[in-house]
């Protein structure tokens, strides 16, 4: 008896040990300060990337409602981190997937110079759960932070690589661990930082995502600006949502709050009163891709000039109003993001080039500065000088709407041939449904070749991008391997797929070099050994003679007997069918 007795303390003394360590652990608030370093330094510094996760560990650690999880690898060797909020706690990354609530993600420190939001999510998560009133307005969100996006830039910390902006007083570099802007990369994905990202992303699938960033550029008296996806390219009725509904409540709550904000003034080099475009986000930018998925996206963009206590502090604003914006139209978002795939498919084509509408600006009430050009004392040249003494409020246009400059048909399928691995890399890391083809097939296509097309002169991101280009297409009967690789448009990432697959669009595969050995001819022939295969040709192929006939009567070509061998060996089975030929196909 005495020891059924003795065993049964030890076990309550154990349960008593193990509920104290429990206590203890989820009480450690009391042991770790919650207060940011840019609280500690009164609004002039930045935590470094370390106190950041160290931060978000402890949020973790001591509180029910977050989740840390670790994504990938980066360039720089670490992780990604994601910091999750639920009221009911996501316990691994299938829970994140499968989560029926409002989703949203912030991204931050994609440039770690521009720090503004990596410090005002850290004092938004902990102002949150700290607050039970937020915690039930908020009950129905699950929000996500990526603490540091850029974790190469974020060690490569400085005080004077941003010469423009106005505090913090130490910060992290532009480019990442090889020296990348991640704000380009998203499409084309060079770095691990842009795979892990699109791993978060997809895993989250966000109904609202959010960038933070300092703007560079003209002067004005607004702190903050915002940069929202381009509506029209955003399409559909998602598009007019996030123009007519979302962009004026989120305004009009900061308006409620004495916050003024103004669309990203899009000015460089002059000054703002003409009026000014707005930002056309493709998808090498962060939120030119999350909405090729539906999300309705935007950018904070801070004013470089303003202190950037006042940066912090309104950026973080910003995200609270968001948030309550998400929370009072949950239903129209999940609905909306919903239908977006089937409305997009019924209309049997899609624009993938967009030009400015110059006949049907927007108006604003802009607060600026009277800008002039004065004598430099530097240079023996004049300078822009925006006076701050002179403040003015005046109305501009605001060119925020775009018309399609190039449309295409919306195929059935695509295929692409195995092999190109660098692209079903990325289709995979996007989630992009597919099958492989079972066995050797014969199917009729179209076929497109590259037409015309011109390059950049100098690098961009690693890459001489193409511009400009043009496709022949043609209907053909096409032989397919087993393996190759059968891709459906009616699924959630349609957009990705056309914005990609679709050559002619500015940030496709092609014109971002993924398909460059096409371009280049592998088998040549001899001059002096072709001239009788040419003569051969010409006698037996009346249509082929007719066409070089008509040739002839060109000048330049009449003048040069190489251009006419070309001419007939283009137009033979002697050519190569690869040449100029894009290993992706169309069924429609």
């Known amino acids: 008896m005495l020891m059924i007795r003795t065993k049964k303390l030890q076990q309550v003394l154990s349960l008593i040990l193990v509920t104290l360590i429990f206590s203890c652990a989820k009480n450690a608030d009391e042991a770790f300060d919650f207060t940011t370093k840019f609280e500690q330094s009164e609004g002039f510094e930045t935590a470094t990337y370390a106190e950041v996760i160290d931060y978000y560990k402890a949020l973790a650690d001591t509180y029910d409602e977050f989740s840390l999880f670790t994504f990938g690898q980066t360039d720089s060797g670490e992780p990604l981190h994601l910091l999750v909020y639920d009221s009911d706690r996501i316990y691994n990354i299938s829970d994140l997937k499968n989560a029926t609530k409002r989703k949203v993600l912030i991204n931050n420190g994609i440039h770690p110079g521009e720090s503004d939001g990596i410090d005002a999510s850290m004092m938004l998560l902990r102002d949150i759960v700290k607050n039970d009133s937020l915690k039930s307005k908020y009950k129905d969100v699950v929000l996500a932070v990526i603490p540091v996006y850029n974790v190469g830039g974020a060690f490569n910390r400085n005080s004077h690589t941003r010469t ?86 989120i305004e009009s709550s900061l308006q409620q709050k004495g916050l003024d904000i103004t669309p990203y003034v899009n000015v460089w080099g002059s000054t703002p009163e003409k009026g000014w475009s ?72 899609y624009a993938i080039a967009y030009e400015v509408d110059r006949t049907n600006p927007s108006t604003l009430q802009f607060k600026g500065y009277e800008g002039s050009y004065i004598d430099s004392k530097v240079t023996n040249g004049k300078r822009l000088f925006y006076d701050r003494s002179k403040p003015y409020t005046k109305e501009v246009k605001y060119y925020n709407n775009f018309v399609p400059s190039k449309e295409i048909r919306i195929p059935n399928y695509y295929i692409l041939k195995k092999g190109w691995h660098a692209v079903f890399d990325r289709l995979k890391t996007n989630e992009i449904q597919y099958s492989r083809f079972e066995k050797d097939t014969l199917i009729e296509v179209e076929v497109n070749h590259i037409d015309q097309f011109d390059t950049r002169r100098s690098p961009y991101e690693g890459h001489y991008l193409h511009y400009n280009t043009k496709v022949r297409r043609s209907v053909q009967k096409v032989a397919f391997s087993k393996g190759d690789i059968l891709i459906p448009t ?86 190569e069918k690869a040449h100029m030929q894009l290993p992706i196909y169309k069924i429609f």
């Open 278 to 349: 707005q930002f056309y986000d493709g998808p090498r930018y962060s939120t030119g891709y999350t909405t090729l998925f539906h999300s309705l996206g935007f950018m904070i963009e801070t004013h470089m000039l303003k202190p950037y206590k006042d940066r912090v502090e309104q950026t973080y604003e910003l995200l609270f109003s968001t948030l309550d914006f998400t929370v009072e139209n949950a239903d129209t978002i999940s609905e909306l993001r919903q239908n977006a795939v089937s409305e997009l498919l019924s209309k049997k084509s």
């Open 490 to 575: 009616n699924q959630n990432g349609v957009r990705y797929l056309l914005e990609t697959l679709e050559a002619e669009a500015p940030d496709s595969f092609f014109n971002w070099n993924f398909f460059d050995t096409i371009l280049q001819r592998k088998e040549g022939y001899s001059a002096y050994v072709f001239e009788d295969i040419a003569e051969e040709l010409l006698k037996n192929d009346a249509l082929l003679k007719k066409q070089f006939e008509e040739q002839m009567k060109d000048e330049n070509f009449a003048k040069s007997p190489r251009a006419q061998l070309n001419f007939i060996h283009k137009n033979s089975p002697h050519y």
């Open 164 to 249: 423009n902006q106005n505090g913090p007083k130490a910060y992290g570099f532009r480019g990442n661990a090889r020296n990348f802007d991640l704000n380009r990369d998203f499409i084309k994905q060079d770095s691990k930082n842009a795979a892990a990202f699109a791993e978060i992303f997809h895993a989250l699938n966000p109904d609202v995502f959010i960038d933070t960033h300092v703007s560079n550029g003209a002067d004005y008296q607004y702190t903050l600006t915002h940069l929202f996806t381009q509506h029209n390219k955003l399409g559909g009725k998602l598009g007019p949502f996030l123009e007519t509904e979302m962009r004026p409540y």
